[in-house]
T-cell receptor, first 117, second 116 residues
Framework: AQKITQTQPGMFVQEKEAVTLDCTYD???????LFWYKQPSSGEMIFLIY??????QNATEGRYSLNFQKARKSANLVISASQLGDSAMYFC??????????????FGQGTRLTINP | DVKVTQSSRYLVKRTGEKVFLECVQD?????MFWYRQDPGLGLRLIYF???????EKGDIPEGYSVSREKKERFSLILESASTNQTSMYLC???????????????FGAGSRLTVL
């Protein structure tokens, strides 16, 4: 069974510092995808970044980058120059195949990030 | 912008009541999902649907059923609510089979259900 593990329940970071949120995964499928979502206090899940298992380069989206280490089965999210608005829950997720191409996501437990001024 | 709308943000129900959670998306997405979110457990998939009238069980379907009579609407039904179903419920949608891997799920704002 596929599994996602986020070992940091909470993190506290000073504004403007970089932060790394850890995510490890377990799958026997050679083709998979990894996602990071942000959930602010409003509750809505916001897609941040995606990495495919065959992608040669680490994904980047603005201040977000994904440190993909395939051999170690890790997909850590790096946020550069953190801002107060980055305070939120962050979820790592992995795509698993479903019926008729409906790609389901399996989620980790989440990390609550707090940015201090 | 894709929009996924969940009809109720907060609901309070009594044990044994039948509860309907409604979800509507406006971008003609084939796939729709219901997740449950609990602290320390992340999001867990209850049911999903890949077409009208088609549904598949997720990881925790017990105590729930779903209905998808129209492409844009996916309903989660608690036939007889219990206190252990107190949770945040998130609906999501996505396009059909993706050619590339990044078939992103778009989520609604969530429905927080309390069962007394």
């Amino acid at each position: 069974a596929q599994k996602i593990t986020q070992t940091q329940p909470g993190m506290f970071v000073q504004e403007k510092e970089a932060v790394t949120l850890d995510c490890t995964y377990d799958t026997s499928d050679p083709s998979y995808g990894l996602f990071w979502y942000k959930q602010p206090s409003s509750g809505e899940m916001i897609f941040l970044i995606y990495q495919g298992s065959y992608d040669q380069q680490n994904a980047t989206e603005g201040r977000y980058s994904l440190n993909f280490q395939k051999a170690r089965k890790s997909a850590n999210l790096v946020i550069s120059a953190s801002q107060l608005g980055d305070s939120a829950m962050y979820f790592c997720a992995m795509r698993e195949a479903g019926f008729q191409g409906a790609q389901k996501l399996v989620f980790g437990q989440g990390t609550r990030l707090t940015i201090n001024p | 912008d894709v929009k996924v709308t969940q009809s109720s943000r907060y609901l309070v129900k009594r044990t044994g009541e039948k509860v309907f959670l409604e979800c509507v998306q406006d971008m003609d997405h084939e796939n729709m999902f219901w997740y449950r979110q609990d602290p320390g457990l992340g999001l867990r998939l209850i049911y999903f649907s890949y077409d009208v009238k088609m549904k598949e069980k997720g990881d925790i379907p017990e105590g729930y059923s779903v209905s998808r009579e129209k492409k844009e609407r996916f309903s989660l039904i608690l036939e007889s609510a219990s206190t252990n179903q107190t949770s945040m419920y998130l609906c999501a949608s996505s396009l059909g089979a993706a050619i590339s891997g990044a078939n992103v799920l778009t989520f609604g704002a969530g429905s927080r259900l309390t069962v007394l």
